[in-house]
């Protein structure tokens, strides 16, 4: 412990007698005052005038991008709602699809003749190809309205948000 306390003591002297060595060495050199001149008037206000302006249009990208902001917002949750709708009206129709398959199972396992099972095939066939058609359609309309309802705002509101800027 003592030699420890020996090297530290050794240690900040030798560091206080670096220190006033480099003091005396930097009190050789002089000071360098730099000169003062004052900005001229006209520069002065060209420069207010600029901060002034970027100032201004700093405040209106910043509205523009919280304007912009919300409206992806929006926007996303609209797009949400549609295909979270797409996807019932999807799952509805694979429903419909699984019950018409096992009714016409039923139906088949009562056909007494090969005949009346061709027939009853392509009836259910029929209708089958009907109602797939239809669901199809419905779907896909869906998906278009979904589409329209989630891009013409995002459009509007870039528009908007770029005349703002500029």
């Not at 420890?4 to 003591?9: C, E, R």
């Not at 008037?41 to 700093?58: D, F, H, M, S, V």
């Not at 996303?76 to 999807?90: D, F």
């Not at 419905?138 to 309205?145: D, F, H, M, N, R």
Request: charged residues 25%; proline residues 2%.
């Amino acid at each position: 412990m003592a030699e420890a306390k020996k090297t530290t003591k050794a240690a900040t002297s030798a560091f206080e007698q670096a220190s006033e060595t480099l003091k005396s060495e930097f009190a050789k050199f002089p000071y360098f005052d730099a000169p003062r001149f004052e900005v001229p008037g006209a520069y002065r206000e060209l420069a207010e005038k600029g901060i002034a302006q970027t100032k201004l249009n700093y405040d209106r990208l910043k509205a523009a991008a919280e304007e912009t902001n919300e409206l992806v917002e929006s926007t996303c949750a609209t797009a949400m709602r549609g295909w979270s709708e797409y996807g019932m009206k999807a799952i509805e129709a694979m429903q419909a699809n699984a019950n018409a398959q096992f009714d016409f199972t039923r139906e088949l396992l009562t056909v007494k003749t090969a005949s009346d099972a061709v027939e009853l095939s392509s009836a259910h066939a029929r209708k089958q190809f009907d109602a797939i058609s239809t669901q199809g359609k419905e779907l896909a309309s869906l998906a278009q309205k979904v589409s329209s309802d989630t891009a013409e705002p995002i459009k509007a509101g870039f528009n908007r948000a770029l005349r703002a800027v500029a």
